[in-house]
């Protein structure tokens, strides 16, 4: 397909590549992103679940939505596209991973250098003491409470994703302006571009005189902007341009 071959001769000629990730790569993993139809906001009202004032307000509910994300999330596996991108920074044909997502899976893949802009679903936080705990522990104690205390403090602790309204990990956030400023090629996989301010990261790019390619499925605002653009499933396209550039995507022994 000569789109494949433009974005793999783009990664090859435009270094440093960077990627930006979002919900769309982990969905052949089985996790559902929000935005398509089959999303979590067709069946979750993103306002009463994903915002930090209904965490404020009803903490219970948003842990309840959590601990059956918690589940999905932790028997997931990389998939192709994981692995393709992994393969690529083993290359030295990616320089960085910037992820929206929260699911650890470009680190269980193989990625060293992904900055996780979201958090992560690896730990729960208090907001008051700032105490962090596994993930795991906070869901364990559901057992016994409807929401899991701080063992420090007391306060009820908090997943440690940005929900909407709060602002994001400072020094990660920092870096990947910096990577997307310098990027020959950002390369955007499984986001809808709609979330800010990590949607203002093709810009930096495009800005400071480098190429954007997007792979997704289905449209974004910066369509037109992209020097590539692929509508389709994130796994097959990566593979596909590990393929052409000489490679192939290891899976798990
Ligand atoms: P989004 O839901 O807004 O967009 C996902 C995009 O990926 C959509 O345009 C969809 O059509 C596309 N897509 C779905 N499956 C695809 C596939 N197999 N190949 C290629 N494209 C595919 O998600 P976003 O842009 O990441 O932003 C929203 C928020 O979603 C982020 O804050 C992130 O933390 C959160 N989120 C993360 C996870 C996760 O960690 N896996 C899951 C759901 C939501």
Known sequence: MQAIRELAELVRRRQPVVVLTGAGISTESGIPDFRSATGLWAAYDPMQYATIRAFRRDPVKVWEFYALRFSILTEAHPNAGHFALAELERQGLVEAIVTQNIDGLHQAAGSREVLEVH???????????????????????????????????????????????????????????????????????????????????????????????IVNRGSTRFDALAAVRIDNTAGETLAAVVADLGGATPRPA
């Not at 869901?139 to 908090?158: E, G, N, S």
């Open 119 to 213: 958090g992560s679903i690896r730990t729960a936080v208090c907001l008051e003491c700032g105490e962090r705990v596994p993930f795991e522990q906070a869901v364990a104690a559901l057992q016994d409470r409807p929401a899991p205390p701080c063992p420090h403090c007391t306060a009820i602790l908090k997943p440690d994703v940005v929900m909407f309204g709060e602002l994001l990990p400072e020094a990660p956030m920092l870096r990947a302006i910096e990577l997307a400023r310098t990027a020959g090629l950002l390369l955007a996989v499984g986001s809808s571009l709609e979330v800010y301010p990590v949607a203002e990261l093709p810009q930096e790019t495009l800005a400071a005189g480098g190429m954007l390619a």
